[in-house]
């Protein structure tokens, strides 16, 4: 998201702050319905349309506005109130400056739609120099309308040379919400696929792009390049994706719209500078969740009811519950984005429903580590050598509402880019 406070009195501040949440948790919903409140998605996040005259797109060709025509007509992103307007609808966190071949310099611009015009309306790419549009990507649908499933987000773009003819090639990774079916509401990606040319045109390659979007489980960046036999692909070769910020306030957002998580905290399991992200259940089988980002992927894992604990920075984290006499201490290892359980231990009556007890009045418990009975001393050991429970820490249960926990996260983004 574009930074929004710079320059304005603290009212302001307070009332776009406002805003850039009402924008995160509906904005796309209101983008559906054609309502847009003051200062929502147009003032706050997104950016200009660029002028692209019909008369310069190709016909019948999926190239886009012929590079050529569009440097003679010499278009620009607008003057006076238009230039003005569309300056508000460009998504500066999807905008780089880069050195496109055979451009060479040039700023890659990222538009949401003009939802006023059309509430259905799809997200659009230009390419300027020198302050100029000279090349605007042909659109994926008719009349560069969404059918059925409203524009979200542009979630990443990557401009690499996807067939090695030494012209740069572009995969963009759009989202989009479900309008009807089982999963009306929930935010899907999908991913366009354009290869470029030695004249600085771009081809849509609609059936590719269909393909992979039906192959694909999960559509990202790495997995588009996977899916094109790319995927071996240096990591540099990889611009615009994500960043966790982004990665963690989808997930928030995909998160109400499953109603199971209702509390979330920020913790540091690895000695890295990006903290996993603690989805906490509202109820104790839904359990928590932990969702951590690797090299612009996130990666799931689901927790067994609602305790655990970990060694901050030291990848470590241990799922200890259970219920009715039967209870576990699960450690996981956090290595490259991925939790791996590495020990399990197990304990409890072997018969919950008819518990014994010892002389003292406490239940007799039988113990296991890794599948090895022993006491309940060797299981204590065993346990304490691989997870110190001594320098353990725990999450902020019941944690922050989802709307905390997005400022949080977006005001955390925002101070980054400042810091850059």
Do not use: H
């Not at 506005?65 to 238009?82: K, V």
């Not at 067939?163 to 009306?184: F, H, K, L, M, T």
């Not at 979330?264 to 089988?285: Q, R």
């Amino acid at each position: 998201m574009s930074s929004t406070g710079a320059g304005k009195a603290p009212g302001d501040k307070e009332m776009t702050r406002k805003a850039v949440l009402g924008l995160i948790l509906t904005g796309c919903l209101l983008a559906a319905c054609g309502q847009a409140e003051e200062n929502g998605w147009q003032d706050v996040n997104v950016s200009p349309e660029p002028v692209a005259a019909e008369e310069n797109m190709q016909s019948g060709s999926d190239g886009g506005m012929e590079a050529e025509d569009i440097r003679d007509e010499a278009c620009t992103d607008g003057t006076g109130d238009e230039q003005e307007a569309a300056g508000s609808r460009r998504i500066e966190n999807q905008t780089f400056q880069l050195n496109l071949t055979p451009y060479g310099q040039v700023t890659f611009a990222s538009y949401a739609p003009d939802t006023t015009a059309n509430p259905n309306g799809d997200a659009t790419f230009s390419i300027l120099q020198d302050g100029r549009t000279v090349y605007t990507l042909p659109e994926v649908f008719e009349g560069n309308v969404c059918p059925g499933n409203p524009f979200y987000a542009v979630e990443a773009v990557s401009f690499p040379d996807i067939n090695s003819d030494g012209y740069d090639d572009i995969i963009i990774i759009c989202q989009y919400i479900r309008g009807a079916g089982p999963e009306v509401g929930m935010v899907f990606s999908e991913a366009r696929i354009y290869m470029g040319s030695e004249d600085g045109t771009f081809f849509l390659q609609k059936e590719l792009m269909d393909d992979a979007n039906s192959a694909l489980a999960v559509i990202t960046v790495q997995t588009v390049l996977g899916f094109l036999g790319v995927g071996d692909a240096p990591a540099e070769a990889v611009k615009g994706t994500q960043t966790w910020q982004q990665a963690y306030i989808e997930q928030i957002k995909n998160d109400q719209m499953l109603e199971c998580y209702g509390g979330y905290d920020l913790i540091y399991l690895d000695n890295d500078d990006i903290p996993e992200l603690v989805e906490i259940g509202d109820y104790e089988a839904a359990g928590c969740r932990i969702v951590s980002f690797y090299e612009g992927e996130v990666t799931v894992t689901q927790l067994s009811r609602l305790n655990f604990s970990y060694i901050e920075k030291e990848n470590l984290l241990c799922n200890s519950d259970g219920l009715m006499d039967s209870y576990y201490d699960l450690v996981y290892r956090l290595e490259n984005g991925t939790m791996t359980l590495i020990a399990e231990g197990y304990y409890g009556a072997e018969d919950n429903s008819n518990v014994q007890f010892d002389e003292t009045g406490e239940p007799i418990y039988q113990y296991s580590w890794n599948g090895k009975e022993m006491s309940e001393e060797e299981y204590e050991q065993a346990l304490n050598a691989v997870y110190d429970r001594k320098r353990a820490k725990s999450y902020a249960y019941p944690g922050d509402s989802a709307e905390e926990m997005l400022e949080k996260i977006f005001w955390r983004e925002e101070a980054n880019k400042q810091a850059q």
